[in-house]
C-alpha cells in the first residue's frame, strides 16, 4: 500500500529564508507525486508534478522539488521565503493504474517579518 | 478556462433538509472528484467518476449521494446529514484513464455547516 509521509506538521522561516518542506513515501512502483498548496478557505493548487521525466522539477511561485528514488524522498524547497507564502502545503502520491491521490498530513508553513 | 466552479460556497442545513452541492468544469476532464475536508487534516476521497460512471466510492455512508449527469458537472446530494459531516467539500477534476499523469485540478471547495 502506498503511504506519504511529510515531516513536521509546522515550519517557521524568516521571510527571506530558504524554505525546505519534507515528503517521503513509500510505493512498489514509481509513482507520480505531486505537491499542492492550500490557503485559507480555499481550494488547493498545484504547485509542481512529478512523473518519472527529470528529476528536478520546478513549479510555479519560485518553489521547486528533487526526486530522489534512493531516498523515496521529494522534498519542495523555495530559496526565500515571501510572507505570501504562509499557506498549507500537501505532498501526494498517485500510482499509475488508479485514480487514488494520496495525501500527506500537510505542513503549515508560517513566515516571520 | 482551467477553472472548477463550486457552489454554493457556503451552505447550513439542519439534519433533516435535503440539499446538493454542484461542480462544474470546461476543461474536457473526464474523470471528477469528491472530497472531504476536515479541519486541519489533509482531503478525504469520497467519490470518483470515470467517463461519468461511478468508479470509487470509499465506503461513504449513503447519506451523501453522488451524482455526475454529463462529462462537465458533478453533484453530491445531501440528506439527513450528522453535524459530524460539517467540512469543507471540495471537487476536483483530471485527465481521464488509469494510465494518465495528470494532477487533480480542485475547486475552491463548499463549506457545510450541519446543524
Known amino acids: 500500500a502506498q503511504s506519504v509521509t511529510q515531516l513536521g506538521s509546522h515550519v517557521s522561516v524568516s521571510e527571506g529564508a530558504l524554505v525546505l518542506l519534507r515528503c517521503n513515501y513509500s510505493s512498489s512502483v514509481p509513482p507520480y507525486l505531486f505537491w499542492y498548496v492550500q490557503y485559507p478557505n480555499q481550494g488547493l493548487q498545484l504547485l509542481l508534478k512529478y512523473t518519472s521525466a527529470a528529476t528536478l522539477v520546478k513549479g510555479i511561485n519560485g518553489f521547486e522539488a528533487e526526486f530522489k528514488k534512493s531516498e523515496t524522498s521529494f522534498h519542495l524547497t523555495k530559496p526565500s521565503a515571501h510572507m505570501s507564502d504562509a499557506a498549507e502545503y500537501f505532498c501526494?502520491?498517485?500510482?499509475?493504474?488508479?485514480?487514488?491521490?494520496?495525501f500527506g498530513t500537510g505542513t503549515r508553513l508560517k513566515v516571520l517579518a | 478556462d482551467t477553472e472548477v466552479t463550486q457552489t454554493p460556497k457556503h451552505l447550513v442545513m439542519g439534519m433533516t433538509n435535503k440539499k446538493s452541492l454542484k461542480c462544474e468544469q470546461h476543461?474536457?476532464?473526464?474523470?471528477m472528484y469528491w472530497y472531504k475536508q476536515k479541519a486541519k487534516k489533509p482531503p478525504e476521497l469520497m467519490f470518483v467518476?470515470?467517463?461519468?460512471?461511478?468508479?470509487i466510492n470509499e465506503s461513504v455512508p449513503s447519506r451523501f449521494s453522488p451524482e455526475c449527469p454529463n462529462s462537465s458537472l458533478l453533484n453530491l446530494h445531501l440528506h439527513a446529514l450528522q453535524p459530524e459531516d460539517s467540512a469543507l467539500y471540495l471537487c476536483a477534476s483530471s485527465l481521464p484513464g488509469v494510465l494518465s499523469t495528470g494532477e487533480l485540478f480542485f475547486g475552491e471547495g463548499s463549506r457545510l455547516t450541519v446543524l
Open positions: 501526494a502520491v498517485r500510482t499509475s493504474g488508479t485514480y487514488k491521490y494520496i
Open positions: 467518476y470515470s467517463y461519468e460512471k461511478l468508479s
Open positions: 476543461m474536457g476532464h473526464r474523470a
